[in-house]
C-alpha cells in the first residue's frame, strides 16, 4: 500500500511538474494568450533537415537572438520516407533531437506536417513511390488517408512526450498546405492525429486559398502570408504580379499572389467568420528562393517594410517563410529538389543543393541585412505586445491602391476600439508609416500632420523609403517621432528614424524637440534612451555574426567552357535548368585550400561570378549550387570531409536572350567569368 501511495506521489509530483512548466495557451480573435497573458510571437521557419544536426544549437541561438519567439519546420515525407516502409530518423532527419534543442533553448515549435507540404521540394514532399498505389492525392481517398495516418503515426513516435502538455515545445501543428478543396479533409487529417495522441493547444492550416466547403469554427487557426516577388510566376518580367499590395495596410488579410502558378488568378474574397479569429501569418518573406526560370533578388526594406505593414494592418504574430535558409540533403534515389521532370508539383526548376531563400539568416546562417533590420520591430513586439494585441487597426487613408501609387502618405493607426473608464485623448495608440514599395520610388511627403487618439503629432516631412511606428500615450510619452523599441530593467528605449528630426513630448507636458540619439549609456531624459537605427539593431546582442576576409586560399582556371546547350521548355512551360550531362560542358576552376577544412571552423567561401549556374565540388561530390542573379555563391568550409582542401568550381556561361528573369542587379553579359573568389571568417566578439 504504502509502495502504491508512493508511486501516485510521484506521478501527482510529475503532473504538477508539467503543469508549472507548460503555461496554459489559449486564443481569442485578437491574439495568443500564454499563462495568462496577450502575446505578439515572432515565428520563424526553419527546416530541420535542410541543416545539419550538429549546427542546430547555435542556428536555433541565432533566430532567438534575432527575435524570433516560435519556430516552424516542415516535416517532408519524402525527406523520411524516401523508400516505402523505410522510416530514416537519422542524423539531420532526427525530428526528435531538433525538438529536443528547441526545448532547451526554451523555443516553442509549430510542426507543419504535411502530408503534402511544397516547400519546393520534390513533389512538394509526397515520395515518388506513393504515386504507384493507384490513390488520389491529398484527398479523403481510403489509401491516401491509410499513407498519411501511417506518416503521422511516425511523426508521432518522435514528438511523444514533447508535447506542449508534456513540458515540450510542440504547441501546435499544420495540417497540409495551401489546400484549396473541401474542408473535410484537413478534418479528416486532424482526426487521424487526435485518434494518434497529438493533443495541442490549437491547430493550424493556410488560409490561402479558399475551401470550397467551410471549417466548422476553432478547429483550425487560419494563417496568412504575403511576399515581395515569386520565383513561381512564369512571367519573366520585372515586377509582375499584385505583390505590390503586401506594402499597403489593408485589412484584406490574405495575398493574391502567392503560388499562382499552382494556385491560378485569387480573389480578394474574405471567408466568413475570418475576422473571428486573431490575424496571424505564417510565410511573411523574409527573402525568396531563386527558380531557374527566375531569380528574384530580394531586399532587407522588402522584409522589413512588409513585416511592418502587417503589424500595422492588425497581425499580432508575425511568421517568417523562411527565416533561416538551408541545403537540400541528399536523396538515395533523387535529388530532393523541385523540378519539371517530378511526377507532382512540377512547375518549377530549383537548385539540386541549395535552399538559401535570401532569408534574414541564409543557407549557412550567415546574416543578411534583414536579420538585424527586422530585430527592433521584433523586440517591440515581444515588451509591448501585451498592450498591443488587444488594438483594432484604423486606416485613414485608402486601402485599396495601384502599383506604385504615391498620391499621398501610407499609414495606418492601432488602438483600442473601446477603452472603459479612459477618455479618447488618453487611449495608448501606435501610428504605422511606410513610404516604400519595391521597385517603385515613393517620393518625399511634406507637410504630413498624423493623428491618433486626439493627439496630433508636429507637421513632418516624410522621407522617400521611410518607415516607422509613433507611440501615442505609452511609457509616460504624450507623443514622439521615433519608434519605441524596447523597455527593460525600468528603462525605455526607442530608435531615430532617419531623416525625421526627433521630438519627445511627455505626459508630464515637457516637449523635447531635435533630440539627438545618446546610445544605452546616457538617457535624453528620464528613464528614456534614443538609439541610432544601427544601435537598435543591435540592442541586448551579446553576440555578433558577421564575416571578415582573410587569405588562406588561391584558384586557376582550368578549362574553358564547351558548346552551349540549346535551352528547352519543360512541361510547366517555362525554362529547364541544365541536366546532368550539360555540366560536361561547363568552364572548370580550382580553388586550392592552404589549409586543412578543420581549420575553416567558421569560414564562407564567396565567389563573384557571372553566368548561367555554378556548381561546387568536393572530391567529386556536389556540395553546393547556385542559380546566379547578382549575389555571390557561397559555401560554408566547415562542411568539408575533413581530407578535402581542392575544391573543383564548374560554370555555364550566360546565353544572349536566355528566357530567363534575372534582376537589375546581375550582369547580363553573356558568357563566364569569375571575378572573385575569397575567403570570409566569421568575427567573434
Known sequence: MKKTLSLLSLLLMSLVAIAQTAPVVTWDRHSLIIGGERVCPVMGEIHYSRIPANEWSAEVRKMKDGGVTIIATYVFWNHIEEEEGIFRWDGQRDLRAFLNVCKQE??????????????????????????????????????????????????????????????????????????????????????????????????????????????????????????????????????????????????????????????????ETKEKGGDDYPYFTCELGGGMVTAYHRRPYIYPEDAYAMALVKLGSGSNLLG??????????????????????????????????????????????QPYPQYYMLRPLHLFMKDFGTLLAPMEAFFPVAQDLKRGDDSHLRWSIRKEAQTSGATDTQQPAFIFVNNYERFAHLSEKRGIQLEACGVKLPKLTIPSGAMAIFPVNVEGIRYATAQLVAKRDGKTYLMQIPGIPTTIALQNGKVLKNVKPRGIEKPVCQNLYLLTREQAE???????YEYAKVEDMQWEKRKEAGSLRAIQKGKAKVAEAPAEADWEQAAIYRIQLLK??????????????????????????????????????????????????????????????????????????????????????????
Open 106 to 267: 526554451g523555443m516553442p515549435v509549430v510542426l507543419r506536417m504535411g502530408p503534402w507540404c511544397h516547400g519546393e521540394v520534390r513533389n512538394g514532399g509526397l515520395p515518388d513511390w506513393l504515386f504507384t498505389k493507384e490513390c488520389k492525392m491529398r484527398s479523403q481517398d481510403s489509401t491516401f488517408l491509410s499513407y498519411a495516418s501511417r506518416l503521422y503515426r511516425q511523426i508521432f513516435t518522435q514528438v511523444q512526450g514533447l508535447q506542449w502538455k508534456d513540458g515540450g515545445p510542440v504547441i501546435a501543428a499544420q495540417f497540409d498546405n495551401e489546400y484549396r478543396g473541401p474542408a473535410e479533409y484537413l478534418l479528416a487529417l486532424k482526426r487521424i492525429a487526435l485518434s494518434i495522441g497529438f493533443d495541442l493547444p490549437f491547430y493550424t492550416r493556410t488560409g490561402w486559398p479558399e475551401l470550397t466547403t467551410p471549417m466548422p469554427f476553432g478547429e483550425m487557426l487560419p494563417l496568412y502570408g504575403d511576399y515581395a516577388d515569386g520565383f513561381w510566376d512564369k512571367d519573366i518580367r520585372e515586377g509582375v504580379g499584385s505583390y505590390y499590395k503586401a506594402f499597403n495596410f489593408k485589412g484584406f488579410r490574405s495575398s493574391t499572389a502567392i503560388g499562382t502558378d499552382v494556385l491560378g488568378e485569387q480573389k
Open 320 to 365: 517568417y517563410y523562411m527565416y533561416h535558409g538551408g541545403t537540400n540533403p541528399e536523396g538515395r534515389l533523387h535529388t530532393l529538389n523541385e523540378c519539371q521532370t517530378s511526377p507532382f508539383t512540377a512547375n518549377n526548376d530549383l537548385p539540386v543543393c541549395t535552399y538559401d531563400f535570401q532569408a534574414p539568416l541564409g543557407e549557412f546562417g
Open 538 to 544: 543591435r540592442l541586448f546582442l551579446t553576440e555578433e
Open 596 to 685: 586543412a577544412p578543420s581549420r575553416f571552423a567558421a569560414a564562407l567561401l564567396s565567389i563573384t561570378y557571372r553566368g548561367d549556374c555554378a556548381r561546387l565540388y568536393a572530391d567529386g561530390r556536389l556540395v553546393a549550387d547556385n542559380f546566379y542573379y547578382g549575389r555571390p555563391f557561397l559555401f560554408g568550409l566547415w562542411r568539408l570531409p575533413a581530407s578535402c582542401t581542392e575544391l573543383e568550381l564548374r560554370i555555364l556561361p550566360l546565353q544572349p536572350n536566355a528566357p530567363i528573369y534575372l534582376p537589375r542587379e546581375a550582369d547580363k553579359q553573356a558568357g563566364e567569368e569569375v571575378k572573385k573568389i575569397e575567403m570570409k571568417k566569421r568575427s567573434f566578439p
